[in-house]
């Protein structure tokens, strides 16, 4: 017996290979499908049985004698012919149910129609369109519901597409049975995860692990933390103020840093004293500014040999210069070490 291992969990046990081969020759006696997605979807351990026993599923179906069908090589005629037969045999058309039963088909029809509106279209089967009257009546049954209008419990009933479908948004659907902004306020706030005390505590993290909190950047990084803000406190400016933090600092609004190679040389400076000496500056720190250095002094060994410079006195310096001279090393080796 044996443990088979997928995505580090371990799903089922390897079946022995008597039970695989009546487990097959049962599918093929029974005419069930012997498509190794369907039969892996199905019953993983068989599949993963016959790879182990055999190498790949069709050599496995080689030896026992058991011939998968071969490949159809589809044509338009073909798939209007199998959605017919399917809508006749009462079979439902919902891409799980086809998926399910005949993948390859589903495939087909997204390749010769695009959607399930054109192969209706094609077929001759009429589509059934959820009307714009009755998806008021629905919203208005909902909103007589503690919780009825969520987005969750839409999508249950299957009404959520044919609603934005129809009105475009959900605030538009919400005024279109009778609401005011008071009550799709109301509705918004109570179908959202995010609450006043979760959206100042994840700002005050932020503050503390040092990130930048400027409006700009945590729409990019962190959108729904930004809508939040603005949906509980008007802006993101309030949401910072009502966190305890400044919003005037020049670290929170200020968009762009306008470089030049004596700010640059200030920042490196303010480094070097904080750490002592740059062999003790962390790598995260000195990437930083890899390509602002690049960028203004050419390389980050410039850049460096400045600060050194500019720490330096001028005695220090000429010591440093002669040293070089006498030994017949570059002058940056020496300053760069010390």
């Keep these: 017996m044996y443990r088979v291992l997928i995505n580090q969990k371990e799903i089922q046990f390897l079946l022995p290979k008597e039970e695989v081969i009546h487990l097959l020759s049962e599918r093929h006696r029974m005419g069930l499908s012997l498509n190794q997605i369907l039969v892996k979807r199905e019953n993983v351990g068989l599949y993963y049985s016959v790879v182990r026993y055999w190498g790949k599923w069709l050599t496995g179906l080689k ?3 058991i011939a998968e069908k071969k490949y159809r090589h589809w044509t338009k005629e073909m798939v ?7 809508y006749q045999s009462g079979l439902p058309l919902a891409n799980r149910a086809i998926l399910s039963d005949d993948p390859s088909l589903i495939v087909q029809i ?3 129609f695009g959607n399930k509106k054109r192969m209706y279209h094609a077929c001759g089967i009429p589509l059934k369109e959820i009307s714009k009257d009755y998806v008021l009546e629905i919203l208005k049954q909902q909103s007589q519901k503690p919780g009825g209008l969520k987005s969750l419990e839409l999508r249950r009933m299957k009404i959520h597409g ?4 129809h009105f475009g948004s959900k605030t538009n659907a919400y005024k279109a049975i009778g609401l005011s902004d008071n009550e ?3 509705i918004k706030l ?3 995860k995010w609450t006043e005390e979760t959206v100042v505590k994840i700002i005050q993290e932020l503050k503390f692990k040092g990130y930048t909190l400027s409006g700009g950047f945590i729409n990019k990084t962190n959108p729904s933390l930004y809508r939040a803000a603005r949906t509980h406190f008007g802006s993101w400016a309030g949401a910072l103020q009502y966190a305890g933090i400044d919003c005037q600092t020049p670290k929170i609004c200020r968009k762009h840093t306008k470089w030049n190679r004596e700010k640059i040389l200030e920042m490196l400076d303010s480094l070097l004293k904080r750490y002592g000496n740059k062999n003790q500056i962390p790598t995260k720190e000195k990437f930083r500014y890899y390509w602002l250095c690049r960028k203004y002094f050419g390389s980050s060994k410039e850049a460096w040999t400045a600060v050194s410079r500019m ?4 005695p220090q310096i000429a010591f ?3 040293l070089a001279e006498n030994r017949k090393y570059p002058k940056e080796s020496f300053i760069m070490k010390n």
């Design 63 to 65: 030896r026992l004698g």
């Design 80 to 86: 209007i012919e199998a959605v017919k037969q399917r």
């Design 110 to 112: 997204r390749k010769f």
């Design 162 to 165: 044919p609603m934005l479908k």
């Design 184 to 186: 799709i306020r109301k």
């Design 190 to 192: 109570h179908s959202n």
């Design 311 to 314: 720490v330096m006195n001028e």
């Design 320 to 322: 440093v210069q002669g």
